[in-house]
């Protein structure tokens, strides 16, 4: 009978084990209740070109090497403006997901929606997604965003709008980010010698302290050789 009991082990170790690698592959709680919340996920190093067009800007960006630029005139962009807004991607997360239904439609035209406030393409890996702006919430620190060709609305921070939100001139890189050792212009080098006297004027002590000292100091100076 020893061969039975055996074999039942077996049986139920086979079991066990298959149990458990399906409740290891299943995703957690957690993620359960976050994935209807996550709008979009796209790290920031995947992230090669944006396309902004809110009230007040409507530009191109493209990721070239390490660097963005602005489209079509290929100028610097501002990267630091660049790396803020490409991070909020990765993951984009809702604090709410408002479903349509047959018998309570969302009304879209109310959340600025239909049509956009504004919006933003983003390419990754060689897919394009389109966040679409809506109007803020109630809270003014939220807003309504939708991405195409999905039905669902969400409530997302209004930090991301107001990020892209920008004039064109804070997109282009500004001079002051140039290294500190990098010789000034030509406008820069006028300006500081309006402002400050030549260097070699403030070597050793000027003129008028030499003539103020005292005659014991003075005579030696003046006699012949």
Do not use: C
Not at 171 to 191: F, K, T
């Amino acid at each position: 009978m020893r061969w039975k009991t055996t074999l039942a082990l077996l049986v139920a170790t086979v079991v066990v084990g298959a149990y458990v690698a399906y409740d290891i592959r299943q995703p957690s709680k957690e993620w359960q209740e976050e994935r209807p919340r996550q709008i979009l996920d796209l790290p920031a190093e995947t992230i090669t070109q944006l396309a902004i067009e809110t009230p007040q800007v409507k530009i191109a960006l493209i990721k070239d090497g390490g660097s963005w630029v602005i489209a079509p005139q290929h100028l610097r962009a501002n990267a630091n403006l660049i790396t803020r807004i490409v991070y909020l991607f990765g993951p984009l997360m809702a604090s709410r997901v408002l479903a349509p239904t047959p018998e309570h439609p969302l009304d879209l035209a109310a959340m600025g929606l239909a049509p956009a406030v504004g919006r933003i393409t983003v390419s990754a890996n060689g897919l394009a997604s389109t966040l679409q702006f809506g109007n803020p919430t109630p809270l003014p620190s939220k807003r309504y965003a939708k991405v195409a060709g999905r039905p669902e609305v969400f409530v997302i921070p209004a930090r991301l709008f107001d990020l892209v939100n920008q004039p064109l001139e804070r997109y282009r890189d500004s001079p002051s980010a140039a290294p500190a050792n990098e010789a000034p212009g030509a406008e820069d080098a006028l300006q500081d010698g309006q402002m400050r006297q030549p260097r070699q004027e403030y070597q050793g002590p000027p003129e008028p302290i030499v003539t103020e000292r005292t005659p014991r100091q003075e005579l030696p100076r003046q006699q012949p050789k």
